[in-house]
């Protein structure tokens, strides 16, 4: 049987509870890795701001020029996709920003906002298995071998677009990067390693989407594939909220993915009878 702790004991037990190196408040002091808030105001910019939450040291301008670039090229894909289209239905329906911005956060998942934290494991299997080597026979296996299990690449083809607008201007950025010295380039050398294996292995050019560059954005600025997909989401959030509230001024009821002009296709059996009670 456990002994009854003193008060010391359950009050040092409760102050361990929440154990953070993000934040520390005290009456009248907002402290934040660190730096006083009122230091960071005015002084600090939001995507610095970001870094410094998310890494625990404020940015180079280099590294915040790359993750401003990928979090503006991000921020919206039209109401066709999928977490837009929920918002903007959610919006419709009397709940508050909160909820449709909730809503729409929910659906990103494996398959719609998680392409670029599973492109960035890729990465870093090629990375791994390159050993410096990118055009070597083990760096072209681990592509390979990432294709059979995924069926496609995540960050890699586009179902709207033949050539995505976004990636080439993020590949350049990174180029440019690497040249000066701001980035190492291996997650640059990886994406053109799978870039020429899908050549090789389709027999035609699949052109690397959003995805996929901002994957190499995020592995040479040293985020983790998790990571990865919570900068996603954060910034497709800034589309979520601007969609919403759009709605919310066009107004609108119980607006569905179609109008109601437009049916949906039944497939079940045929109209018929129950027979007459015994």
Not at 46 to 62: D, H, K
Not at 224 to 240: D, N, Q
């Amino acid at each position: 049987m456990n002994e009854p702790m003193n008060d010391e004991t359950l009050l040092a037990n409760a102050k361990a509870w929440w154990r953070t190196e993000i934040i520390n408040i005290q009456p009248g002091q907002i402290v934040v890795r660190g730096y006083p808030i009122e230091q960071l105001i005015g002084q600090v910019d939001f995507v610095s701001m970001i870094w410094l939450m998310l890494r625990g040291e404020l940015p180079t301008p280099a590294q915040a020029g790359l993750l401003q670039a990928a979090l503006v090229a991000s921020v919206d894909h039209g109401p066709q996709a999928p977490s837009i289209s929920i918002a903007r239905m959610a919006s419709t329906c009397g709940v508050g920003v909160n909820n449709a911005m909730a809503s729409a956060i929910n659906s990103l998942g494996d398959v719609h906002g998680g392409a670029g934290q599973q492109c960035l494991e890729v990465y870093q299997h090629v990375i791994e298995a390159a050993q410096g080597d990118f055009g070597s026979a083990a760096a072209c296996e681990a592509v390979a071998r990432a294709l059979r299990e995924h069926n496609h690449l995540p960050g890699f083809g586009h179902r709207f677009h033949p050539v995505d607008p976004r990636a080439e201007p993020l590949l350049q950025m990174v180029e440019a990067s690497v040249v000066a010295g701001e980035a190492g380039g291996q997650y640059l050398a990886a994406a053109r390693t799978v870039l020429q294996v899908l050549r090789d292995l389709k027999g035609k050019p699949i052109p690397m989407n959003i995805d996929g560059a901002t994957a190499v954005i995020f592995g040479e600025l040293g985020f983790t594939p998790l990571l990865a997909r919570g900068l996603f989401i954060l910034s497709r959030s800034v589309g979520i909220l601007a969609h919403a509230t759009e709605q919310m001024a066009q107004g609108g009821r119980i607006k569905g993915p179609m109008p109601t002009s437009i049916p949906y296709t039944y497939a079940g059996v045929a109209r018929r009878e129950m027979s007459p009670a015994a």
